[in-house]
């Protein structure tokens, strides 16, 4: 699989030009920022070449509503890329940078208080500044061609693994890639309705969301975002990622736990990757919350905290597909495997499936998908009450490089489809072993409540016919045969040599 970008490592080195008088958390937000100032110019330049090129056709390239009515932010000259590297030298590139953000901020209230604004400080190196400027202009990031690959998101999703790596986070401080953000979108279909992400990083899940329903012929705002963010630089970056998108959300900037800031809010849809395995999420000030209808979660892990919060925040008929650790499926640890005994016996889980290790960046921790329906007897399907269904996907996937794996489409579309044949929306599910199960709530009883799928799909059995079984069989039987005439042959050997030097057998 050819890589669609190969310069992350390239950008990477820039940002770590900072490292040595910025930490990380600081540093991020000042590459992130020039990359998104550099994405913005450069969709700017190719369409104000195009308005050049028409200008005897009555266009005006500096008019600002020429870019507004194309979906295309309006970038002042004091804020262009050409401006800002013709000036990259100049001790006051701080400055510059500063003044471009503001004008940007001016002319676009979209992105009013989303951008940074803090190049002119004296802790920020000015002479490497000028150097990340240069090198970040040597990268294509808002033509079309580039825009086609989301070229930007790629950089945003590796940039937000390595920073999180840099900052010393553990599991879950890093984007969701791609690929599962699609097979959630193929299995969930938001295609009307309310979507909703209370730990929502750079906006991943919502961007994929408006792209699915562009792609199957809806209408961009037959989808209603709602997000919530902890981070307030990741808050940022998710503003600016659905703004360059022309997508408007109602994100909110706070901790979900403490500080649930869309309390009422009942969503169609809830698609998330929370962090995994999170120990401090002070879950101590929060026993007997309301949300935690089936069991105040463990102090020491979020996992069934956050499972919690996204059951709470479900419509009547809403649907939640999330990415937990596969400790989630099977662990007993500090009252878990209680909380998740009475979320199956209220036959809220779905369907399960176990991922192929390798798909994240930056967390080695194996990681599976939840999917949990608050109407499972729902007209829109057939009636699935006291059933669940179990996938396994663990050797689905492609390695991309040494180290990262993907989910391809086509094994999206296999484990998509498995599940929407088995809701009832296409015809002919049925089991395959060592993929797929329909099981029931008492079989899961059986195995004490535990969710991983390799317990009921069993082991793939390759298919073969007779005669290829037989003649397997014939050369095993010759092989051993060969093999065991040598073993005589050497007993016999061995024999004499003992003998001939005296030992008697």
């Known amino acids: 699989m050819e890589k669609e970008i190969n310069f992350e490592d390239k950008l990477w080195k820039a940002a770590d030009k900072l490292r040595s008088n910025m930490d990380a958390a600081e540093y991020k937000h000042v590459v992130l920022g020039l990359i998104f100032l550099k994405y913005i110019s450069d969709a700017f330049n190719e369409l104000h070449m195009k308005l050049t090129s028409e200008k005897a056709k009555g266009a005006d390239p500096e008019d600002s509503d020429e870019y507004l009515a194309n979906n295309v932010f309006w970038v002042p000259k004091e804020a262009r890329w050409d401006f800002?590297?013709?000036?990259?030298?100049?001790?006051?590139?701080?400055?510059?940078?500063?003044?471009?953000?503001?004008?940007?901020?001016?002319?676009?209230?979209?992105?009013?208080?989303?951008?940074?604004?803090?190049?002119?400080?004296?802790?920020?190196?000015?002479?490497?500044?000028?150097?990340?400027?240069?090198?970040?202009?040597t990268i294509g990031l808002g033509d079309i061609e580039s825009q086609k690959k989301d070229v930007l998101g790629r950089v945003y999703e590796y940039f937000l693994g390595q920073f999180a790596s840099a900052e010393g986070k553990k599991g879950g401080q890093f984007y969701t890639p791609r690929c599962i953000v699609k097979l959630l979108i193929e299995?969930?279909?938001?295609?009307?309705?309310?979507?909703?992400?209370p730990c929502c990083g750079s906006g991943g899940m919502f961007v994929q969301s408006e792209k699915f329903v562009q792609a199957h012929g809806g209408k961009i705002g037959d989808v209603s975002i709602y997000g919530q963010e902890s981070n307030r630089t990741t808050w940022r970056l998710c503003k600016m990622n659905l703004a360059i998108r022309g997508i408007y959300g109602n994100i909110q900037w706070g901790d979900s736990f403490h500080e649930d800031l869309q309390k009422d809010l009942k969503a169609d849809f809830i698609l998330a990757n929370p962090p995994f395995n999170d120990s401090d999420w002070r879950g101590e000030l929060l026993r007997g919350d309301i949300r935690w209808k089936y069991g105040d979660p463990p102090t020491s892990?979020?996992?069934?905290?956050?499972?919690q919060h996204f059951i709470?925040?479900?419509?009547?008929?809403?649907?939640?597909?999330?990415?937990?650790?596969?400790?989630?499926?099977?662990?007993?640890?500090?009252?878990e495997g209680d909380i998740r005994e009475k979320i199956v016996e209220a036959d809220l889980v779905d369907c399960m499936i176990a991922l192929p290790s390798q798909l994240f960046y930056n967390t080695p921790i194996p990681a599976c998908l939840w999917f949990i329906s608050r109407d499972k007897k729902n007209l829109r399907y057939k009636d699935r009450r006291g059933k669940v269904l179990f996938i396994n996907a663990?050797?689905?996937?492609?390695?991309?490089?040494?180290?990262?794996?993907?989910?391809?489409?086509?094994n999206i579309q296999k484990i998509s489809s498995t599940y929407h044949a088995w809701r009832?929306?296409?015809?002919?599910?049925?089991?395959?072993?060592?993929?797929?199960?329909?099981?029931?709530?008492?079989?899961?009883?059986?195995?004490?409540?535990?969710?991983?799928?390799?317990?009921?799909?069993?082991?793939?059995?390759?298919?073969?016919?007779?005669?290829?079984?037989?003649?397997?069989?014939k050369n095993l039987t010759s092989e051993f045969g060969k093999q065991l005439q040598k073993s005589k042959e050497l007993e016999e050997e061995i024999k004499k040599n003992l003998e001939r030097i005296g030992f008697e057998i």
């Open 84 to 137: 800002l590297q013709k000036n990259a030298k100049q001790p006051t590139i701080g400055k510059y940078v500063d003044d471009a953000m503001m004008a940007i901020e001016r002319d676009n209230p979209s992105l009013k208080g989303v951008l940074p604004k803090e190049y002119a400080r004296p802790a920020l190196d000015k002479e490497r500044l000028g150097e990340i400027i240069d090198l970040i202009g």
């Open 312 to 335: 709470h925040h479900l419509a009547p008929a809403g649907i939640a597909g999330f990415v937990l650790s596969n400790g989630s499926m099977s662990s007993k640890t500090s009252g």
């Open 187 to 197: 299995m969930l279909e938001p295609f009307k309705g309310r979507v909703f992400d």
């Open 301 to 307: 892990n979020a996992n069934f905290a956050w499972m």
């Open 394 to 410: 663990r050797e689905m996937g492609e390695m991309i490089d040494r180290r990262h794996r993907e989910l391809t489409d086509e």
């Open 424 to 473: 009832g929306e296409t015809g002919g599910y049925e089991d395959i072993k060592g993929f797929c199960k329909s099981t029931t709530l008492e079989e899961i009883k059986q195995q004490g409540y535990i969710l991983t799928p390799g317990r009921y799909v069993g082991i793939k059995i390759m298919e073969e016919n007779e005669e290829e079984f037989q003649e397997k069989m």
